[in-house]
């Protein structure tokens, strides 16, 4: 095969023909002996280009580098000796490389050399005999013949070089001829291949182009999911990814389904992107879990690998702690609380009752039995930085950190229950007032974090605590700059909580000792579960297939994935010590005052610091401006309140002053020395308390101000 290259080597210089007609000298830079081709690479207005061109194109511009056989001299002329020879290709190879850049001197050769040779064709047969004028010309044709004898003896190589420049020419036609023909059956081919993918596939799906890229990249991976013959592993912290299907919304419009879980723990995202010239192409970017659950999971699955394990914890006087976070509409209701059929949803099957049925059942077993323990649950959500009881008609309740610095959630109702029914009952109670409203993403949902809670008490001690959360969207985290305060304060809590609960995981996936669970209400309530050896924790992230909602699903991955790499790295948890020693220092150089006034600060400044790609500093300052305003506003309550019972006392006060001034000879001065008193302690209290709503309207302010200087570029939902 490699005779047919000839004397074509990698590093040689060939003329080749462009496209635009354009002949000019290429790098020859690999040889093809598949298709009989060579690539050949040049270099134009400073970039280094190249094209693949097939062998008949190269030789017919450049005979020299032929096989022998092609450019084996006529018979008609004999070789001459091998010396000469040598320098005759000499001569000739230096004309060729010079002919591009000197036009003149070859298109005279070119027209001189076929008149000499024009003589020699009448001995060709000519269709009509010539005239009788015309005889005497034999002598002339001798002497012709003479003539290029002479002249061949003088200019050994015109004869040859015109027999090579006449069929170079020949061979030009033919190479245009055949590559136009290439080019036709190419087009051919093409138009072909588009007609019958345009048969297979309907051409209305907006993007049909990404969807064959990502079926010819499915085609050639290995599926392996999850089932139930693998084993359930142990994890302190574990961290999963749930796929749901396309809902009736996203398969109206078509959408695209750009997850893919080869899989039982690898969950890949087809991103769509697009290059300067618009030619558009996938990224596939790959996350490794404990466990990825595929669109055809159903929630009893779900809940086998993941908060099942945990169940046996709260009877080894643990806390266990399982969350569903993901995108509004990504399924973490539905995977919380049970299966929707409309709007009505099925509490039974949902991972609440499942847990609860679980507790039932271990709660018979003989080692259990003989604790003699009692199973109370409760039900409250948390938005907006408040703490509401779900199973109290939705009475607003207080968080407070007695002495032993234990968070106790004022006035919330525990409800004993004896069986799962009593648990579903309860469920739809709390599921029915919760706060929720309309998105881009699901006309119904959940604004607030949800916290189901399954109690185990021994003689009114309690014995162990399940918390399982339906967090809020966290697309709504990112919602920090809207002109309406409540929809800013509503997405800078989630932002805040969602922040405060991957450090509190990160610290009890470390064994550090300081956890900031007071940057959050949400971390602040389940304080106890990330505190103590025993304490496990689940994270189910639940992702939406469809490609409107790629960024969201990335983010959400992204986020998991943070979550996950803190625990399982074994080098970064031998080196947990040396993160900590920074922290304290960090609070060593806190402000004083600001340590001995709000602890909760000292947990968000904490927060800020350990999250600096998502927190820009002037997002910090509306954090700021936010939890500073929410502690005004718990205060300026607690004081009104205060101030409204204590006006009751002085109407009593004042009503027996105004019946002692009815008496016929009641003491004047006394009356007087007791309004005087009664008046001086209003003016004490209600001074006191304008001046905190003065406070506390400067507050506002100062929120709406900060909101208005956050960066959005920085801030990124979680």
């Known amino acids: 095969m490699a005779s047919a290259f000839g004397k074509l080597v990698v590093g040689t210089y060939v003329e080749i023909k462009r496209s635009d007609g354009r002949i000019h000298q290429a790098m020859v830079t690999s040889l093809n002996e598949d298709n009989e081709s060579v690539t050949v690479e040049w270099i134009e207005n400073g970039d280094t280009k190249g094209k693949e061109i097939d062998l008949e194109s190269i030789f017919a511009l450049n005979p020299d580098v032929a096989p022998d056989e092609e450019i084996a001299p006529s018979p008609e002329t004999p070789p001459p000796p091998t010396p000469t020879c040598v320098k005759v290709n000499k001569i000739a190879k230096n004309r060729r490389t010079i002919a591009p850049t000197k036009n003149d001197t070859p298109s005279r050769d070119n027209r001189v050399i076929p008149t000499r040779a024009r003589p020699p064709q009448p001995q060709q047969p000519e269709p009509a005999p010539p005239p009788p004028s015309q005889q005497p010309a034999q002598p002339t044709q001798a002497q012709t013949q003479q003539q290029l004898q002479n002249e061949s003896s003088h200019h050994p190589i015109s004869r040859k070089e015109s027999g090579q420049l006449s069929r170079r020419k020949s061979n030009c036609v033919k190479e245009v001829e055949k590559l136009q023909e290439k080019r036709e059956r190419r087009r ?222 004022v006035g919330l109702q525990e409800k004993e229950v004896k069986c799962t029914e009593d648990v579903l009952k309860l469920i739809e109670v709390g599921n029915s007032c919760r706060t929720s409203g309309q998105t881009s993403a699901n006309a119904h949902s959940s604004r607030s974090h949800a916290v189901f809670q399954i109690i185990l008490r021994r003689k009114g001690k309690m014995h162990g605590k399940f918390s399982l959360i339906d967090l809020a969207g966290n697309e709504r985290g990112a919602d920090t700059s809207s002109a309406d305060r409540q929809t800013r304060l509503e997405g800078a809590e989630i932002n805040k909580s969602l922040l405060a609960l991957k450090e509190c995981i990160r610290a009890l996936g470390r064994n550090k000792p300081h956890t900031p669970f007071r940057a959050s209400k949400l971390t602040q309530v389940l304080r106890d579960s990330f505190i103590g050896e025993n304490s496990r924790t689940c994270m189910i992230a639940t992702i939406s297939p469809g490609m409107t909602s790629c ?158 200087q956050i960066n959005p570029k920085r801030p990124r939902a979680l």
């Open 188 to 409: 051919l081919q093409q138009q072909e291949l588009r007609e019958k993918r345009a048969q297979e596939v309907d051409t209305t799906i907006p993007n049909y182009e990404i969807m064959y890229m990502i079926r010819d990249f499915r085609a050639s991976l290995d599926y392996r999911p999850l089932t139930t013959a693998d084993l359930i592993e142990e994890h302190r912290i574990c961290v999963c990814v749930r796929k749901r299907p396309l809902n009736k919304k996203e398969l109206a419009m078509k959408d695209l389904d750009v997850i893919t879980i080869p899989s039982k723990d690898v969950v890949m995202v087809h991103e769509p992107k697009q290059k300067v010239d618009l030619t558009r192409y996938l990224e596939n970017q790959t996350f490794r879990f404990d466990y990825a659950f595929d669109d055809s999971t159903t929630n009893e699955m779900v809940y086998r690998f993941t908060a099942r394990p945990l169940v046996e914890t709260i009877f080894e006087r643990g806390m266990a702690t399982c969350f569903a976070y993901g995108q509004t509409g990504s399924g973490k209701t539905h995977t919380m609380g049970g299966d929707f059929s409309g709007k009505n949803q099925d509490c039974s099957k949902g991972i609440y009752a499942l847990a609860a049925r679980d507790v039932f059942l271990m709660l018979k077993k003989p080692n259990y039995k003989k604790l003699d323990l009692q199973v109370y649950a409760t039900f409250f959500e948390i938005y907006s930085g408040k703490v509401f009881d779900l199973l109290n008609r939705k009475a607003k309740l207080r968080v407070l950190e007695d002495g032993k610095q234990q968070v106790q959630v």
């Open 551 to 708: 960024e969201n699903t990335l983010n959400t991955l992204r986020y998991a994935n943070r979550v996950k790499e803190l625990t399982v790295d074994p080098n970064q948890v031998m080196e947990g010590g040396r993160p900590n020693i920074h922290t304290v220092n960090q609070l060593d150089l806190l402000d004083e005052e600001w340590l001995s006034i709000s602890p909760q600060r000292d947990d968000l400044k904490l927060l800020c610091e350990q999250n600096e790609e998502e927190v820009s500093p002037q997002l910090f300052t509306f954090h700021e401006a936010v939890s500073q305003l929410v502690e005004m506003e718990e205060q300026v309550l607690e004081d009104h309140r205060a101030v409204f019972q204590e006006s009751i006392r002085w109407l009593e006060d004042e009503k027996v002053l105004l019946e002692m001034t009815e008496e016929v000879d009641y003491d004047v001065e006394s009356y007087a020395t007791q309004l005087e008193q009664i008046l001086d302690q209003k003016i004490e209290i209600l001074t006191e308390l304008r001046d905190k709503v003065k406070s506390f309207r400067s507050a506002l302010q100062e929120e709406e101000q900060a909101s208005k």
